[in-house]
């Protein structure tokens, strides 16, 4: 537990939040921002972050949470579609600093978009580039 971890106090109890499910090593709560209502964050109990550093084995687990939470927003909300967003660092958009999944139920009328506008590689050699230093990455770890 980190002791300054909004969401390691949200697990410890000493933050109030709405639980939606629990088990012994994942949380899945309310967020109190939603961007749809509905709006659930599934997190680790114990503190990770970022992504790149959570053992895997927690990742599956959080990530087969995160399915149950997604069909029951399409079950118990009736959601006609699911947005499922996960940010690590500042620059990415994440706020709070542990490893965290937001499901988010969509509804045709709810007028929210996560869409974004598609860009283009210049050519088809910058795009294999990119790609270059991405499976030089991978051979890295």
């Not at 949380?27 to 709006?39: E, Q, R, T, Y």
């Not at 997190?43 to 029951?72: F, G, N, S």
């Not at 506008?117 to 991405?134: G, H, K, L, W």
Request: proline share 7%.
């Amino acid at each position: 537990m980190n002791k300054d971890c909004v969401f390691c106090k949200i697990v410890a109890g000493e933050l109030p939040s709405t639980r939606v499910y629990e088990d012994a090593r994942t949380l899945a709560f309310m967020d109190i921002g939603p961007v749809v209502k509905g709006h659930t964050l599934v997190i680790p109990k114990a503190h990770h972050d970022p992504i790149t550093t959570t053992p895997p084995d927690l990742l599956r687990e959080l990530i087969v949470v995160v399915q149950r939470i997604a069909r029951a927003q399409f079950a118990g909300l009736g959601a006609s579609g699911v947005n499922i967003a996960q940010a690590n660092g500042e620059s990415a958009g994440q706020i709070v600093p542990h490893v965290h999944f937001h499901v988010i139920p969509r509804f045709a009328s709810d007028g929210h978009s996560f869409n974004w506008t598609p860009r283009q590689y210049e050519q088809p050699e910058e795009m294999a580039s990119f790609a270059d230093r991405i499976r030089q990455g991978l051979e890295a770890e």
